[in-house]
């Protein structure tokens, strides 16, 4: 297949879609998809007419995504801004259309990736600053997921372990992302406990449904951001957390520990906790080494190094700190802290500065440049 041709067609192909009614971006990824399908199909069956092929081809892959888009929105029209309570009230395609994103062939981060952008609705644009990278490497890296899927059969759907690794990224993102999907991660999961008994899909559930509680509590009028222990707590959903902690420990009484029960018994430890002052740190320590021992991950190590530095001490939780890679997302936001807690406002201040220069969105690198602000204030006083 002659490449170029191919190339040198795009813009007028999507120019045409423009002109047809529609909007750039979407127009966009229907050119894409289209070229998608002609780097597949054209060596055996070349057509005779490129152009017009692309054409027809691009804009049946827009009107597909526009209905499905209509779709989407007629289904969060549905969902209220609080998830309620209680089983799931119908089942819809939705979570089968998870299951087929999240197929064996594909990583879970490609996996996560395709299911914002087919799922989801979010633009490629949306999820590349979800992820922080630039736009043409997410599109790529969405193509790649498309490529991967367009030859295999989906009747290899995803396995659970990887769903449930989807929908705790996607929910994640719904808190950040121009797209709220938090409620609807909530939602898909409680379709997912109510039609699979399996502790784990219980363990997301309720870490979901006790961080979707402090929600209104996360930050200020402003905008703001409000660390935990500054949240005001009568802001909590009580009614939430409640539900969650009885899914959480019926989850447990099982004896089959996982990642997410195991998140999810810190959350319930901090949501249990009347004030900041009264967290049961020692606890949480004995978690975050459960944790730890499940997932090797270095993030949940450097969680611990400030969960230590609370139960034991400022200099404990230095100590566990330097063990791990400085290079680590927030290591130098976790030093700044247990630094200042350790008497040492001059060298918290420059991690302060320092975590603000890498912070992953703007309402964190607000929060750590007032934090350093604040600490070089006090010394100049």
């Known amino acids: 297949m002659d490449e170029a041709l191919v190339r040198s067609l795009t813009p007028g192909v999507l120019t045409i879609l423009v002109r047809r009614g529609a909007d750039f971006a979407a127009a966009e990824d229907a050119v894409q998809d289209a070229l998608i399908e002609a780097f597949r199909v054209w060596p055996s069956a070349p057509p005779r007419d490129p152009k017009g092929w692309l054409v027809t081809v691009a804009w049946r892959k827009f009107l597909d995504q526009a209905r499905a888009d209509s779709a989407r929105r007629r289904r969060e029209d549905l969902v209220e801004d609080e998830p309620p309570p209680g089983p799931a009230p119908g089942v819809d395609d939705t979570l089968q259309l998870y299951f087929l994103c999240a197929h064996p062939s594909l990583t879970p981060s490609s996996a996560v990736a395709l299911t914002l952008r087919a799922v989801g609705g979010l633009t490629t644009r949306q999820i590349a600053r979800a992820y922080l990278v630039p736009e043409a490497t997410m599109a790529q890296r969405i193509s790649r997921a498309k490529r991967t899927v367009s030859g295999v059969r989906f009747d290899r759907p995803g396995d659970v372990a990887t769903v449930l690794r989807v929908l705790y990224l996607v929910f994640n993102e719904g808190y950040s992302g121009d797209v709220d999907l938090a409620a609807e991660a909530i939602r898909l999961t409680r379709q997912l406990a109510a039609a699979i008994d399996h502790p784990e899909v219980a363990g997301l559930l309720a870490l979901m449904l006790l961080h979707h509680a402090r929600r209104a509590s996360r930050t200020a009028p402003?905008?703001?951001?409000?660390?935990?222990?500054?949240q005001d707590r009568g802001r909590w959903d009580t009614?939430?957390?409640?539900?969650?902690?009885?899914?959480?420990?019926?989850?447990?009484?099982?004896?089959?520990?996982g990642e997410f029960q195991a998140q999810a018994a810190v959350a319930a430890l901090h949501a249990d906790a009347p004030t900041a002052g009264e967290t049961d740190w020692v606890q949480i320590v004995e978690w975050y080494d459960e944790l730890a021992r499940l997932t090797d991950s270095p993030v949940v190590r450097l969680n611990r190094a400030v969960a230590l530095g609370e139960a034991d001490g400022p200099r404990a939780g230095l100590a566990a700190l330097a063990a791990l890679d400085d290079s680590l997302p927030r290591y130098a936001a976790v030093a700044a802290y247990l630094h200042e807690r350790d008497g040492d406002p001059d060298t918290a201040a420059r991690l302060y500065a320092e975590a603000a220069r890498t912070a992953p969105n703007?309402?964190?690198?607000?929060?750590?440049?007032?934090?350093?602000?604040?600490?070089?204030?006090a010394r100049r006083r």
């Open 222 to 230: 402003d905008g703001s951001l409000e660390p935990l222990a500054e």
């Open 239 to 257: 009614r939430m957390i409640a539900e969650g902690i009885g899914i959480l420990q019926a989850a447990l009484a099982r004896d089959r520990l």
């Open 362 to 377: 703007l309402a964190e690198r607000d929060y750590l440049t007032r934090q350093a602000a604040r600490l070089n204030a």
